[in-house]
């Protein structure tokens, strides 16, 4: 058993793990996206990719489904503790790389399939559609990709009204919430905790940018988190899921 990472924050709440550089967490319960994903790494011979991958949780279950993983993230440190958890029997077919999207040197026309889970709702608009042009050039024609995010109605419930005020007045990213903490449901106990801002998506938000980047959309759905809070207090629609196909 390693010794933990210097830099671990404390885990409050079973099945959550914190990240380092504030930019959420890591669950332990994996959707319908992140298990098709690691189905299709298993029964694949091409490598996949997973960007903004944490600790691994996704990326180390495509390992042991017998896949060849690519794991990105921003934060060298996440990709160290995902190194250490990975069984050794997996390492030879894991590779890491540290990068920051949209920008990541990868390479095109490689990859069978493409998980990026809850990563997008951290960058702005142009940063999202950069992101998703480049999943694109990177996927092999025929390749696979699967896009998570967070929506307004999970924890930032009070963004809304603000949500459905952008949407009236036609904005094109109605989910850019800056000043958090307006919109948490209690009163973190750091004042600086969280990102400076988040994008909030839909599955038309999904839909829309996958559609413009050439993407053909198989399915695009609201995606229901009852581990986000407690039971009843949420509706089913925490996240928003996305699967599409670059065209042969
Ligand atoms: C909320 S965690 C999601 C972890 C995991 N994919 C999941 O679904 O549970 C977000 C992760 O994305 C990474 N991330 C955020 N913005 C990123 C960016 N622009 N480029 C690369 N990684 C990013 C963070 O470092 C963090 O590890």
Redesign the pocket.
């Known amino acids: 058993m390693s010794e933990p990472h210097p830099d671990m924050p404390k885990q409050w709440i079973k099945g959550m793990e914190p990240?380092m550089?504030d930019?959420?967490?890591?669950?332990a319960i994996l959707d319908e996206f992140?298990n098709e994903f690691i189905q299709l790494s298993g029964a694949s011979e091409d490598e996949v990719l997973e960007?903004?991958?944490?600790y691994g949780?996704?990326t180390i279950k495509a390992l042991e489904a017998g896949g060849r993983v690519t794991a990105?993230?921003?934060?060298e440190r996440?990709l160290e503790v995902l190194l250490s958890r990975v069984p050794d029997e997996c390492r030879d077919r894991l590779t890491l790389k540290a990068?920051?999207?949209p920008d990541i040197d990868l390479p095109e026309n490689h990859f069978g399939a493409v998980l990026c889970?809850?990563?997008i709702h951290?960058?702005r608009g142009d940063d999202i559609d950069a992101t998703v042009r480049n999943v694109f050039r990177w996927l092999k024609p025929g390749g696979r990709f699967f896009l998570?995010a967070d929506t307004p109605y999970g924890i930032w419930r009070n963004f809304i009204p603000t949500w459905d005020a952008n949407i009236e007045k036609g904005e094109r990213w109605p989910g850019l919430m800056e000043r958090l903490l307006d919109f948490l449901p209690f009163t973190p106990s750091r004042e600086d905790a969280g990102p400076e801002f988040m994008n909030l998506m839909s599955p038309d938000l999904l839909e829309r940018t996958c559609k413009e980047a050439g993407f053909e959309v198989e399915r695009a759905v609201w995606v229901r988190r009852d581990d986000f809070g407690s039971k009843g207090r949420m509706d089913g629609r925490e996240n928003c899921g996305l699967a599409a196909i670059k065209p042969v």
């Open positions: 990240t550089n930019k959420g967490f890591m669950f992140a960007l903004g991958c944490a949780v996704a990105c993230d921003m934060d996440h990068g920051t999207l889970s809850r990563v951290f960058l998570v």
